[in-house]
């Protein structure tokens, strides 16, 4: 089974997801620096270490995805001069 592609809509479902836990582990490395309170910042912390963790995990079964975005070769032309 792990040799099977995903769907199309299971790959950007777990695209938003990778994107999500992204921007919670962000925002929790942010605010770190805003807390005081030291059981706060180590919860904080113990989320971000096991938002990585998944992080790692869900990238590895994103590389089933059907398919790839090509990075373009050229920048696009500016409209306005």
């Known amino acids: 089974m792990d040799s099977q592609k ?3 809509h299971e790959s950007i479902d777990l695209h938003e997801i990778i994107n ?3 921007l ?9 620096g805003l807390v005081f309170d030291q059981d706060l910042r180590e919860l904080m912390q113990k989320d971000v270490d ?3 963790q998944a992080l790692t995990e869900l990238q590895a079964i994103y590389q089933r995805a059907p398919f790839e975005a090509p990075v373009p070769e050229s920048k696009p032309t500016p409209i306005i001069n």
């Open 50 to 52: 096991q938002s990585i």
């Open 24 to 32: 919670c582990v962000a925002k929790s490395k942010l605010m770190q």
């Open 20 to 22: 999500f836990k992204t």
């Open 6 to 8: 995903l769907a199309a």
